[in-house]
């Protein structure tokens, strides 16, 4: 079993890294913010199959893995790293939850999620792991742009009305997007405005600009704009703060 957290910018070379350490039956746990490259993969339809250019380029992933080995997962875990090697957990209601892309409840899924479990963290299996995707994406579309273009926690760009009605409007265009793939975020938009309001944390994304690490523009927000133009799905507020978002990290070298 190996479990590969890496930000997207690394998972190229991760996954050529590892490739030559898998057995045929090894299982490969993404942990991974955004757009999985794995999305398409057992989705059905005419779509069935398709790749995440954003997530996975050249299908670099997909080849040296294997869609066979994966499976897919959403982590809650709102942290910082505070020095080399040293990660500081903040929220108290961490979880990852696990998933097939084929939505199969399988043993090695349930033998996976036991084992996390044991070791202290919460691991929820489910057969709608895109929902659980699209989820999360709620989260990070709503506060990662707004936070990067105020350099702040969320609490603190959240305490103006403004940026609360702009995040609202990115929630309403998440969901719609979520709707036109056929996974609608179980998630309920106002609660998670709410929740984000009342945390003191700045998302990864921002994190990353502050150190100067490689940031996850592509995954996080160009694949479900462009999966947004292809399924006729606008979405003119999230694309106006990606915009902005987008200009600083290139400003920073770091997109």
Same mark, same amino acid.
């Given at each position: 079993m190996v479990f590969v957290t890496t930000k997207a910018p690394s998972l190229p070379a991760v996954a050529a890294g590892i490739a030559p350490l898998l057995a045929p039956e090894t299982t490969v746990v993404f942990v991974n913010n955004g757009i999985p490259w794995w999305f398409f993969c057992a989705?059905?339809?005419?779509?069935? &199959?398709?790749?995440? /250019?954003? $997530?996975? /380029?050249?299908?670099?992933?997909?080849?040296?893995? &294997?869609?066979?080995?994966?499976?897919?997962?959403?982590?809650?875990?709102?942290? +910082?790293?505070?020095?080399?090697? =040293?990660?500081?957990? +903040?929220?108290?209601? @961490?979880?990852?939850?696990?998933? +097939? /892309?084929?939505?199969?409840?399988?043993?090695?899924?349930?033998?996976?999620?036991?084992?996390?479990? @044991?070791?202290?963290?919460? @691991? /929820?299996?489910?057969?709608?792991?895109?929902?659980?995707?699209?989820?999360?994406?709620?989260?990070?579309?709503?506060? &990662?742009?707004?936070?990067?273009?105020?350099?702040?926690?969320?609490?603190? =760009?959240?305490? +103006?009305?403004?940026?609360?009605? $702009?995040?609202?409007?990115? @929630?309403?265009?998440? =969901?719609?997007?979520?709707?036109?793939? &056929?996974?609608?975020?179980?998630?309920d938009p106002e609660a998670r405005v709410q929740r984000s309001m009342n945390m003191h944390h700045k998302p990864s994304i921002l994190q990353d600009l502050e150190a100067g690490r490689p940031m996850e523009i592509a995954v996080l927000y160009d694949a479900p704009l462009r999966m947004a133009r292809e399924a006729g799905v606008p979405m003119p507020v999230f694309e106006l703060t990606t915009a902005l978002a987008r200009q600083a990290a290139r400003a920073a070298g770091l997109a």
């Open positions: 989705f059905g339809g005419a779509r069935d &199959g398709e790749s995440i /250019p954003e $997530a996975d /380029p050249g299908d670099a992933i997909r080849r040296a893995v &294997g869609v066979e080995r994966s499976i897919g997962s959403v982590v809650y875990a709102a942290s +910082e790293v505070v020095e080399p090697g =040293v990660i500081e957990l +903040e929220s108290t209601d @961490a979880r990852l939850i696990l998933g +097939e /892309p084929d939505n199969r409840i399988t043993p090695r899924l349930q033998a996976i999620a036991q084992a996390v479990a @044991a070791g202290g963290l919460a @691991a /929820p299996v489910t057969q709608e792991i895109r929902r659980e995707v699209f989820g999360k994406f709620l989260g990070n579309a709503m506060s &990662g742009p707004l936070c990067i273009l105020a350099r702040s926690d969320m609490a603190t =760009v959240l305490a +103006e009305e403004a940026p609360r009605h $702009a995040a609202r409007a990115v @929630a309403a265009e998440v =969901v719609a997007l979520s709707d036109a793939y &056929g996974w609608r975020v179980a998630a």
